[in-house]
């Protein structure tokens, strides 16, 4: 059973964002473009974009271009830092709060679709580990890297 973990929790991973992604088709967004609102919205206004890139986990130029076509579309801003002229910060536009609003509905409307079955109990042992599983990622390479 442990050596499928992995792949079930890839394959999970991947159909989560699939069937997210089908329901996002209704606002014209890809894949890149509603994670990066989402991690902004979690993130708080005035992050970096190496911040987000960070917290989506994903190199920065993919960042940039994801970015450049969200600034295009009139739904972030992105400015100058008023501490540090090499940072540019990131804000949403009031089309990119009502975009942002969209996505997260259509999110839940996905999560609720996958989680379907599962009892409230069962969903939040399925966070602990999850959680737990990353914890133990994290920490791992950490060590690895010492």
């Not at 499928?4 to 209704?26: C, I, K, P, Q, S």
């Not at 989680?115 to 920490?139: F, K, P, T, Y």
Request: glycine letters at 6%; a neutral charge; charged letters at 25%.
């Amino acid at each position: 059973m442990e050596q499928n973990l992995g792949w079930l929790l890839a394959r999970a991973a991947f159909n989560w964002r699939h069937t997210v992604d089908f329901y996002m088709e209704e606002l014209g967004l890809t894949q890149s473009r509603w994670i990066a609102l989402l991690h902004l919205g979690r993130l708080n206004e005035g992050c970096s974009q190496s911040e987000l890139a960070s917290d989506i986990g994903i190199e920065q130029p993919s960042m940039v271009r994801t970015l450049q076509h969200l600034e295009e579309s009139g739904l972030i801003e992105r400015r100058q830092c008023a501490e540090d002229a090499r940072r540019r910060t990131l804000w949403l536009t009031e089309k990119g709060r009502q975009i942002l609003s969209d996505v997260e509905s259509m999110a839940k409307k996905g999560r609720q679709q996958l989680l379907n079955g599962l009892s409230r109990e069962q969903r939040q042992v399925l966070h602990e580990c999850l959680n737990q599983i990353i914890d133990n990622a994290q920490h791992s390479t950490q060590a690895i890297k010492k």
